[in-house]
């Protein structure tokens, strides 16, 4: 079965840089792909995802701070977050298989394959 691993979380002061980075252990066939967050006792949100058509979609609380890209060379998708915020604390999930929900409206419940996630932690 084919497993998606996340890394690159970490813990930064606000206004730091991260770069996360989702690897697939068969390679990426998928046509949509995000990542997506969740703070405890808060619901898993859609930050940013992407297709093979072009499209690509962020989240209001993130536009312009993170930037969602993938290497279709080396497999890779990536999440670079700058000006971390303390309220952008939160384990960080990488999703593939999406449908179109996915990615237009940044709907977890649209993708079926999940990573277990790296953890970002931003202090004030």
């Known amino acids: 079965q084919v497993q998606l691993v996340e890394s690159g979380g970490g813990s930064v002061q606000a206004g730091g840089s991260l770069r996360l980075s989702c690897t697939g252990s068969?390679?990426?066939?998928?046509?949509?792909m995000g990542w997506f967050r969740q703070a405890p006792g808060k619901e898993r949100e859609g930050l940013a995802a992407?297709?093979?058509?072009?499209?690509?979609r962020y989240a209001d609380s993130v536009k312009g701070r993170f930037t969602i890209s993938k290497d279709n060379a080396k497999d890779i998708l990536y999440l670079q977050m700058n000006s971390l915020k303390p309220e952008d604390t939160a384990l960080y999930y990488c999703?593939?298989?999406?449908?179109?929900?996915?990615?237009?409206?940044?709907?977890?419940?649209?993708?079926?394959?999940w990573g277990r996630g790296t953890q970002v932690t931003v202090s004030s």
């Open positions: 068969s390679g990426f066939t998928y046509t949509r």
């Open positions: 992407l297709d093979n058509y072009g499209t690509i």
């Open positions: 999703a593939a298989n999406c449908n179109s929900r996915g990615v237009y409206d940044l709907d977890p419940s649209s993708c079926n394959l």
